[in-house]
C-alpha cells in the first residue's frame, strides 16, 4: 500500500496566520483527499484534490479559508487560513489504496494544530 | 441526514476475551463498509472492508459481519491482547467511486 509522509506533525500558531500542511505520497495516485478531526468526533472530509483541477470541497468548507494546491500526481498541500482557535484540530491526508489494498485508504500521520 | 452510531463509551475487556464493537448506521444504503485502526497521534489504518452482499469476512483474530438489514456491522477480535489497544472506527462508503464517512469510533482497552 502507498505510504504518506504528512508534515509537520504538530504546530501551534497565532490566531490570524496561515498554516501550510504538506503530504507527499510514494507513488502516483489520482486523488487525495484531506480530513479534519477534532476532539471526539469523526473524521470529516474537508476535500478531494485532483490534480490538474480546483479540489472539491465539501459543504461548510471553502477554498478562501482552506487553499488546497495539487501540482502533480504524489505531492498536494493544505493550508489552513486566517486561523482562529477553532481551526484547532488534527488534518489529515489520505489516499484510495485500490485494489492493491483492497479499496482501504492509507492515511498520514497527521498534523496536531492548535492556534492560541 | 446519514449518520453512523458508535459507542461512545470505551470498552473495557481482560486479554484473552473477544471484543465485539458495533457500527450502526441510518439514512444511508452502503456498498462497503470499512473498519481502522486508530492510535493516539497517528492516522487511521485500514484492517477490513466487507462488502454489502458479504455477510462475513476474516483476517487472522479479526472478524466483521455486515447486516444490511438490521443497518449494522460487528467488529470482533478473539484472543484479545493489550496491544489491540486502540480506537476502531468504521466507515461507509457507496458504490462506484465516492468518498468515505466516518464514524467517531470506539475506544478499546484491554487489559493484562
Known amino acids: 500500500s502507498a505510504v504518506i509522509s504528512q508534515k509537520p506533525s504538530r504546530d501551534i500558531c497565532q490566531r490570524g496566520t496561515s498554516l501550510t500542511i504538506q503530504c507527499q505520497v510514494d507513488s502516483q495516485v489520482t486523488m487525495m483527499f484531506w480530513y479534519r478531526q477534532q476532539p471526539g468526533q469523526s473524521l470529516t472530509l474537508i476535500a478531494t484534490?485532483?490534480?490538474?483541477?480546483?479540489?472539491?470541497?465539501e459543504s461548510g468548507f471553502v477554498i478562501d479559508k482552506f487553499p488546497i494546491s495539487r501540482p502533480n500526481l504524489t505531492f498536494s498541500t493544505l493550508t489552513v487560513s486566517n486561523m482562529s482557535p477553532e481551526d484547532s484540530s488534527i488534518y489529515l491526508c489520505?489516499?484510495?489504496?485500490?485494489?492493491?489494498?483492497?479499496?482501504?485508504?492509507?492515511f498520514g500521520s497527521g498534523t496536531r494544530l492548535t492556534v492560541v | 441526514s446519514q449518520k453512523i452510531e458508535q459507542n461512545s463509551e470505551a470498552l473495557n475487556i481482560q486479554e484473552g476475551k473477544t471484543a465485539t464493537l458495533t457500527c450502526n448506521y441510518t439514512?444511508?444504503?452502503?456498498?462497503?463498509l470499512q473498519w481502522y485502526r486508530q492510535d493516539p497521534g497517528r492516522g487511521p489504518v485500514f484492517l477490513l472492508l466487507?462488502?454489502?452482499?458479504?455477510k462475513e469476512k476474516r483476517k487472522e483474530r479479526l472478524k466483521v459481519t455486515f447486516d444490511t438489514t438490521l443497518k449494522q456491522s460487528l467488529f470482533h477480535i478473539t484472543a484479545s491482547q493489550p496491544a489491540d489497544s486502540a480506537t476502531y472506527l468504521c466507515?461507509?462508503?457507496?458504490?462506484?467511486?465516492?468518498?468515505?464517512?466516518f464514524g467517531k469510533g470506539t475506544m478499546l482497552l484491554v487489559s493484562p
Open positions: 439514512n444511508y444504503s452502503p456498498a462497503y
Open positions: 466487507i462488502r454489502e452482499n458479504e
Open positions: 489520505s489516499v484510495d489504496g485500490g485494489r492493491a489494498s483492497n479499496y482501504g485508504y492509507t
Open positions: 484534490a485532483n490534480q490538474g483541477s480546483e479540489a472539491t470541497y
Open positions: 466507515a461507509l462508503g457507496s458504490s462506484g467511486y465516492s468518498t468515505l464517512t
